[in-house]
């Protein structure tokens, strides 16, 4: 992965409260971040990938649009963010459902 921003001399709580302000929802998954954040298009998830290399804190930046490879981002942070990848969104829902399907056969 290409890193964007480099966090020398900072804590993984210090580069996470720094992208993470002014977020109005904000959902940690330990190796990525989604975030929901007012802007001038309105409501937009942001998915951060965080990760260390060689003792320093590093971050990418991931909108929506650019359609993440992740689809672990909480429903509800789909519903309350205008969509901007409708085909990604489908993913996700298909994610989650797969997950609760798999859920429930494991319980019996």
Same mark, same amino acid.
């Given at each position: 992965?290409?890193?964007?921003? *480099? *966090? &020398?001399?900072?804590?993984? $709580?210090?580069?996470?409260?720094? /992208?993470?302000?002014? %977020?109005? /929802?904000?959902?940690?998954?330990?190796?990525?971040?989604?975030?929901?954040?007012?802007?001038?298009?309105?409501? $937009?998830?942001?998915?951060?990938?965080?990760?260390?290399?060689?003792?320093?804190?590093?971050?990418?930046?991931?909108?929506?649009?650019?359609? &993440?490879?992740?689809?672990?981002? &909480? /429903?509800?942070? /789909?519903?309350?963010?205008? &969509?901007?990848?409708?085909?990604?969104?489908?993913?996700?829902?298909?994610?989650? %459902?797969? %997950?609760?399907?798999?859920?429930?056969? $494991?319980?019996?």
């Amino acid at each position: 992965m290409e890193w964007v921003k *480099h *966090h &020398p001399g900072k804590t993984r $709580s210090q580069v996470i409260s720094e /992208l993470t302000h002014e %977020a109005l /929802l904000v959902n940690d998954q330990d190796d990525h971040i989604w975030i929901v954040k007012m802007n001038n298009r309105g409501t $937009s998830l942001i998915c951060f990938a965080v990760g260390k290399v060689d003792g320093i804190w590093h971050h990418k930046m991931i909108a929506e649009d650019i359609g &993440p490879d992740i689809y672990d981002c &909480p /429903l509800e942070m /789909l519903d309350m963010t205008v &969509p901007r990848n409708e085909e990604w969104r489908q993913r996700v829902r298909r994610h989650h %459902a797969e %997950a609760q399907k798999k859920a429930q056969e $494991s319980q019996g």
